[in-house]
């Protein structure tokens, strides 16, 4: 029995919506006009909008000046590296966690979520000394391990929530069957499990693409992702709007381009639990 | 074919011995430096320094504050990270006093001529005799102002300013219909922005940070006079957002015909007479930074300067690239390049007798006079126990003075009076120098 | 039923996250407790390795103290309040039937892929900017005064920037929770007579609550170590300065390690509070 859905009533719905999509799209649409302008039109009153003479000049500026082939490398391996990291430490715990609860595992869930709200700048001096003793200060192997280490509760949280809605039968009906540990958890559960971990890298990505305090802080050169590479752009002296604009474009366009490809997978798990 | 293969991996063991060895002689290091534009044209022009020597040369080129909240995490706990580190007058004495740098007494290029240099701005990077960074670029502040519409205002701006002045020329010039503001100056809160101007203006209303006891005076008839006074001129003449305004903001709004007049560094003069980025080139003057008749002008002294940390591994090399980039023979590379208007100012007396500069730069005299009227041991009308003009050169002033500009530019976006201000002012300032043991 | 050997498997399977946890909490932390008893400065080349609470009672006596933690709580609040009714607006509309679905779908999630340095510099220069800002002009073209709403507005300006950041977030889980409630009970009470607010107070709103309290947890754990948006915007101005800035500026501005430690301690424990109270919320939603 379906709702019956009348033409006019779907055309004001998708209006409604296309409106404030672009409304919420729009300062990143915004931002990518900027870029193709000349530093001059980038603030010329009033604005404009498609009409003016395209340039790429700005994207050639912002190369010339910095090594964006490094940062972006950086960007991936950090991302990437500190998520997979997670997901492997992860994997079991949530696991574990999910089919075989024990008294304490909320505690020990919660008590994991709570280390994330260790404000970041509290520990910074221990970190650089740490670092400086290890002698890994610059280096991506640094990045990885304290971004995994942030994002390590969400991903337990997350993985968990998701392993939690398996249903324990056919597990049960697995081994009414016959079937070892091994198999039990190749066969039957992977398969299920898929979706939620693809989403909780996706998102984890996401999370360790834009941090932006420890990427700064502890890096200079060589593992200096493209967190960095922007604040050599953020205000020098004279106009700047559309090479700001520019260095942001390059900045976001990698996970955003990613995010777009991937959001049916990212929206598949994102439930932490909230859907019963 | 096995002896083939050990003869292919022989002669690929010896490439990469050969290619280490090529290695080994250069060296690489890494500058840290801020995204201001003649920092940016010397990373342009640093390829001549790379193809020169054969060292090769790693950027880390920051906005200011983002490259201040790394270089000092890396010079207090003796990173190591960089090799060079672009500071300023205040950080230089403070971090040289505690050697967390090195000396560049000796061991800098022969031609690296240091009796060259102006003698406020080595003074001022100079601690009981050991010059602790060189300087890339020196500036004081003065008054930039638009000829056409002081003309327009029927006034005439002498060489030597007063406040009163200055106030009046700003609301004459006033027409906020057209987007004029008589008065442009810096707003934003921060030690090395509105507190910069701030700091220098109260000295010639005869006001000070503190008393010989190390007392904070903000609760002073001098401060409270300094802080109305620029609240008023503000409220009349400045513009909109002026809260918000910085150099890098002030300088757009100037180049782009909104500012009558702007106190600020005269490191700008370059950049409001250059036709390419300014519309008003052709049509700006320049004046001394006002006074009040107290004997003491708003003038700041700044300078940008390389300096190498202690912990450099690679102190050397460092210093050759800080001899060339700080030498004469680099002004002459930017003077090929770019002109001789674009050339890094304030560092050497040699520029300022050079006719091609001269001519070309028609602040240059101004900028020289206020450089040299800056008195960073004197900075105001009574005696203090600090040094430093626009700044109090203890390790405690960054974090007071950032607390006070918020306080300050609070006032100046109208949200609390100016005497609110300097009362919290006077207070967290207390509160902070008792922290401190003083 | 759980056996005793799946019990210990168990258990060894969770071992890894938990030590790595153990000793990033532990580590840094314990560092951190250490300098918050010491007279740690750098910048004077001091160093006291015990001065007692000193640090504890200036962190605590200051003025700025309660005033970073009312910062705190109304930016935290103002952003939960915005993200969430947004997000449920927004996820019952894109629940709606229309054309390119899709598209409009990529269109709102976009602002969460944007890293808050950026987000926050593009709104900064390019809309609130009050000389060449997309706001300004927007107003001129209005015939009103341009407003300057960094120091105007700043705690308002900076929540909508971050918002816009989370506001696709909490759309998103929204969304999952509104797609699985039953379309024949909806239409049950439609039959029935039930004007749409009721409709959504009494069915839809009780059946989002366990998604709510989600994204409230979730969100709420990232909102309170902002820093991004406030060093780019304001750098703690117009009173944007929340506990983990105040933090920052002790550590880093005034280069005094042990106070600005003695605040990251202060920091954890109001943390800590704030998530036993949350998670208490959470866990009983998780229980049922």
Redesign the interface.
Known sequence: MARAITPRKKIMWTALSWGIGLLIFFPILWTFLTSFKSEATA?SDPPVWFLFDWTTENYTTVLE??NYPLALMNSIVIAVGSTILGIIIAVPAAWAMAFVPGKRTKDVLLWMLSTKMLPAVGV??PL??IA?YFGI??SRILLVMILMLINLPIIVWMLYTYFREIPGEILEAARMDGASLKNEIIYVLTPMAVPGIASTILLNIILAWNEAFWT??LT??NA?PLT?FI?????????FYAKLSAASIMAIAPILIMGWFSQKQLVRGLTFGAVK | MNTKRILRGTTVGLGLIAGLASVAVAEEI?I?TV???DM?RM??LSSNWEEATGNTI?????????LR??V???I???????DVMTIGTYEAP?WGR?DWLVSLNEGMADDWNADDLLPAIRGGLTVDGTLYAAPFYGESSMVMYRTDLMEKAGMEMPDAPTWDFIREAAAAMTDRDNEINGICARG???WGENMAFLTAMSNSFGARWFDMDWKPQFDSQEWADTIDFYLGMMKESG???A??NG???N???F??G?CGMWIDATVAAS?VTNPE?STVADKVGFALAPDNGLGKRGNWLWAWSLAIPASSQKVDVAKDFVSWATSQGYTELVAENEGWANVPPGTRTSLYENQAYLDAAPFAEMTLQSINSADPQNPTVQDVPYTGIQFVAI??F???A??V??QL??A????QTGEEALK?AQ??TV??ME??GY | MATEHSRSSARIMIAPAVFVLLVWMLVPLCMTLYFSFADY?????TFDAWIGFDNYV?FLT???FLSSLGTTLLMVGGILIITITGGIGLALLLDQPMFGQGIVRILVIAPFFVMPTVSALVWKNMFF????GLFSYLFKFFGA??Y?F???SPLLSIVVIVAWQWLPFATLILLTAVQSLSSEQLEAAEMDGAPPIARFWYMILPHLSRAITVVILIQTIFLLSIFAEI?VT??????T?TLTYLVY??V?????IG?GSAGGIVAVILANIVAIFLMRIVGKNLDN
């Not at chain 1, 604040?231 to 106009?239: D, I, K, N, Q, T």
């Not at chain 2, 100046?412 to 949200?415: D, Q, R, T, Y």
């Open positions: 603030i000046r910095s910074l001096y650089v000394l400086k200060m610059d700064i802080i200079t050169v200096a960095k604040a050599s752009f953020s205000a020098p002296e004279g106009l | 890494t840290a995204n201001n534009g940016v990373q342009a790693n950027w880390v080129v920051l906005e200011e504050n983002v909240q790394n000092t995490t890396d207090s706990t003796g990173g190591g990270q960089y403070i505690n934003k809160a921060g513009p909109a957002g809260a918000n150099f890098n903001e300088l757009t709004l180049q782009q909104k950049f980025d390790p405690e960054a974090g007071i950032n607390q500009g918020q530019s609070n100046l976006a109208g949200n919290n207070a967290l509160e902070e922290a401190a | 400065r750098p910048m004077r080349a200036s200051s003025s700025s900017n009050v000389d060449n005064q341009p300057d960094l120091s105007q060093f304001t750098n703690g101005a117009f009173g300065r500026q002790r880093l501005e005034s280069q005094n106070l």
